[in-house]
Structures are given as C-alpha cells and as structure tokens.
C-alpha cells in the first residue's frame, strides 16, 4: 500500500490553520500518514503552525523547512504552506536532524548519517540555506553513507530575504540546522537534473578563492570581471547576477555526465574587496564561465529533468513526485513559472502527487547511483515507484 496526498493554505499561519491541514490531510489519505513534508512561507506565527500540524498528524515524522515558493499538486503557491503525507507499509522512514549547522558543516552531514540506519536506500536533506555550505554537509554525509545513497532535498529559504530560514523536525522549528529523511525499503527511485543555462564568453581560471566567496579570476577582481560583462546593468549586483551564473567546467565541475556541469549563482557582491559570493563552492584552480539562459531553454530543461527521472524507473510505476527547483529560476520565469511544474506533471503523469518548493541550493546526484551535489540554477526531480 502507498498514497500520497498535498494539502495547501494561504498565509496568515496560526496553530488553527495547522490543525485544519492536518485534518484536511488525513481525511484525503483516509489513514493517519507515516511520514510528512511541512514546506511554508517565512511568515509570522510558523512556530504556531507546526503545532497544530503536529498534533492532529500525531507523528514525529514531520520534517520540512521555510521556502522561496511552495509546489503541491495545486502547483505553485507563494505566502502560503503545504503539507505532504504519506501513508504506506512498503517504505520506512526515518529522521535525523544536526544542529549548529555554521560551526562545521562537514560534521553536521556525518552527525546526520549516523543518525540514519544501514538499511537507508535515499535520503532527502533540508538545510539552512543561509548558514549553510551544502558541498560540506554532502561530504560529511557520503564520510559516512559512501556515495552510491542517493541525496536529494533543498536549502530552505525565506522567500527572498536573505535574512533567516527555519527547519523542521517533529515539534521543533530549528534555524541554522539540517533535518534528513532516510527511506528504506522496496521501491525504485528515478532522478532527473538539468539547468538550461548555456556558456557564454571565454573560460577563465579561477585564481583566487576561499570556499564559495570569489576573489579573483585571471588574476583580476572577480567582481570587475562581472562589471566588464554586465555593463550599465552592473549596479544591480548581485541579484542580475542570478541570470549569468558561473559554470564550473573542467575537473571541478566533472559530473561524469558529459551533458551537465555544476552551476553557481550569486548570492552577495562585496565591492570593497572586489568579490563575490555564490551560493556554492567554487575551488581554487577551477575553470569556469558565464552562462545565460532564456524563458524557453530553462522551461526545455525542467522537462528534460522530468524525462530523466522518469526513465530511470523503467517498468516501475510512478507514486510520487519530487521537484526542488532554484529561487534563480522563479526569477527568470517569473509569471512562467507555473508552467515548469506544470511541464513536469505532463511529463510524468498530471495525476501523481507532487511536492517540493523553489530554494536556496538543490541536492541530487545526477544519477541514481553516483555522487550527489549541491547545485544551483537547476531543476532536480526525484521520483518514487514500484514494481507492480
């Protein structure tokens, strides 16, 4: 037995609103759910809302986080939370939750495996995605899991502040924190990744750096090179630069897939010291280059992702969908976006539930066996199947 089933309300939160999901839940299931997503708006009163999710869902399986722009089966939604449950005897769950996420971000991801049992087939990660250096925790999850367990999820977001993002595990509304479902059992799982954004312009080297802040390239102020390209645009650093990301190519970016190299978008400029900081690593010695991408290559892709995804099940049948896709690509759409969910759905099937959010920084391997990576830019859709 496996269902799944959304739920979806608007913001102002309040412990009734979560309450109301929770039933809502529930009686769409027509069995109490063994595990849930909670995925909302950074609003006011969301301490609140988990409570009274919490209590009628009666389960400690709760797990989720603040976003830049909730999906459900209703699409997308902004302001607004939605609750994912899951109702099955075919797959278990369990959580595990590291805080302190800014102290050491590689010991984090070890201290959240271990928090896993061994029987842990994929596991799905929701980080603070403004504390949080998501290559570190992947390397201190795969110290501990090796690299063939699947890792896919999202860095949380606070619908574009920048200022403060909340997780959640059970009762408890976390910051600066990764929470992580393990899922074991029998099912099949297929994984799809794709951005739409091409290169543009000469590769360059990156000449200095210091984990995900860029000094230099080609010996020159990161930022001036930015400067150089953007032209009269420049003043709008660095939110323009979210439709120019670097591409890492070369060793660094070496996904084993021929097709895809990592991307990495802007997060914050520092025009004192002529650099920029993206919402990834970029090592030193890489080789990089601008990218850019339109409406129509960017919806292509979330297609494609969804294509890949689903082709990684074979003769499986789809139950479940799962789509974190990057905040960049919520701007660039803007009153598109719909449609990349919308692509998705028809892709797989309009009729399987789905649920995700628009984030700070993707999860996901490029295949299913294979290292995971923190991505940007990029449209990530994991899907879930059985054998019937």
């Known amino acids: 037995m496996f269902k799944a089933a959304t739920v979806r309300v608007e913001a102002p939160f309040s412990q009734e609103k979560g309450a109301g999901l929770g039933e809502r839940l529930i009686d769409k299931l027509g069995h109490k759910p063994d595990v849930c997503w909670l995925f909302c708006s950074a ?9 009274g999710v919490h209590d009628v869902v009666n389960t400690d399986n709760l797990l989720g986080c603040t976003t830049d722009g909730e999906i459900s089966s209703e699409g997308l939604s902004s302001e607004s939370a939605v ?7 075919r797959i278990d769950f ?26 842990t087939r994929y596991l799905q990660i929701f980080s603070d995605g403004i504390t949080g250096n998501g290559c570190a925790i992947l390397r201190g999850i795969s110290s501990v899991l090796g690299e063939d367990i699947p890792v896919s999820g999202g860095a949380a977001g606070d619908d574009g502040r920048f200022v403060q993002t909340w997780q959640f595990a059970g009762n408890k509304i976390l910051t600066d924190a990764v ?8 099912f099949q799982l297929g994984i799809g990744v794709q951005s739409g954004w091409n290169p543009i312009g000469l590769t360059k080297t990156v000449t200095s750096s210091c984990g995900n802040t860029l000094f230099e390239l080609n010996g020159k102020p990161a930022l001036k090179v930015y400067e150089r390209f953007l032209g009269k645009y420049a003043h709008k650093l660095p939110s323009i630069g979210v439709e120019y990301p670097l591409r890492l190519v070369g060793p660094a970016g070496d996904t084993g897939r021929p097709d895809y190299c990592l991307l990495r978008a802007t997060m914050s400029v520092n025009w004192e010291k002529g650099s920029i900081t993206f919402a990834g690593e970029i090592p030193e010695g890489a080789k990089v280059s601008l990218t850019c991408g339109d409406i129509a290559s960017v919806l292509h892709a ?3 992702a969804a294509r890949l995804a689903l082709s990684d099940l074979g003769n499986a049948r789809v139950a479940m969908i799962f789509c974190y896709s990057c905040m960049a690509r919520k701007i660039v759409l803007g009153s598109r976006t719909q449609e990349e969910i919308e692509l998705i759905r028809r892709k797989i099937g309009p ?6 959010f628009y984030s700070y920084g993707e999860y996901s391997p490029i295949k299913c066996r294979g290292a995971s990576y923190l991505h940007n830019e990029t449209a990530t859709v994991s899907v879930i199947g059985f054998q019937s």
Not at 83 to 89: H, P, Q
Not at 114 to 119: A, N, T, Y
Not at 179 to 186: E, K, P, R
Not at 351 to 356: E, L, Q, Y
Request: glycine share 10%; charged share 25%.
């Open 43 to 51: 609003q006011k009163d969301v301490r609140n809302l988990l409570k």
């Open 83 to 89: 609750l994912l449950g899951i109702a099955t005897d």
């Open 94 to 119: 369990h959580l595990s939750v590291a805080e302190n996420l800014s102290r050491d971000c590689e010991a984090a991801g070890r201290k959240l495996a271990l928090g896993l049992p061994k029987s």
């Open 179 to 186: 929470v992580a479902v393990g899922f074991s059992g029998d």
């Open 302 to 304: 979330s297609e494609e």
């Open 351 to 356: 009729d399987i539930p789905i649920a995700g």
